[in-house]
């Protein structure tokens, strides 16, 4: 099973970005998006249900950014708009064996395989 996340950058603030998660060898119950921006503890982002596309959001990037998947091609997307500079992070990617509910989507500890990360830096 590999992650692999892709779409960081570089960008001005106020532009988007769009991350990708391909997941090879078989289809997840949730997947999800965290960030660890230099010198903080790794937070979540933003997850997403594979059955039903319901999803989670942090307040920190509700009505910014969209996750959503793509079943053909067993990927994810981030849509990262209105990009801050406080959104500079590594992002990373996981995927959890299970179907969680949606308030416990934000868990770290519930995801079982984890991306090799993409780092994405907004400049001001």
């Known amino acids: 099973v590999q992650l692999q996340a892709s779409g960081g950058g570089l960008v001005q603030a106020g532009g988007s970005l769009r991350l990708s998660c391909a997941a090879s060898?078989?289809?997840?119950?949730?997947y999800g998006w965290f960030r660890q921006a230099p010198g903080k503890e790794r937070e979540f982002v933003a997850a997403i249900r594979w059955n039903d596309r319901h999803t989670k959001y942090a307040d920190s990037v509700k009505g910014r950014f969209t996750i959503s998947r793509d079943s053909a091609k067993n990927t994810v997307h981030l849509q990262m708009n209105s990009l801050s500079t406080e959104d500079t992070a590594v992002y990373y990617c996981?995927?959890?064996?299970?179907?969680?509910?949606?308030?416990?989507?934000?868990?770290?500890?519930?995801?079982?395989?984890w991306g090799q990360g993409t780092l994405v830096t907004v400049s001001s």
């Open positions: 060898g078989r289809t997840f119950g949730t």
């Open positions: 996981a995927a959890g064996s299970r179907t969680w509910i949606v308030g416990a989507m934000g868990q770290q500890n519930l995801y079982d395989y």
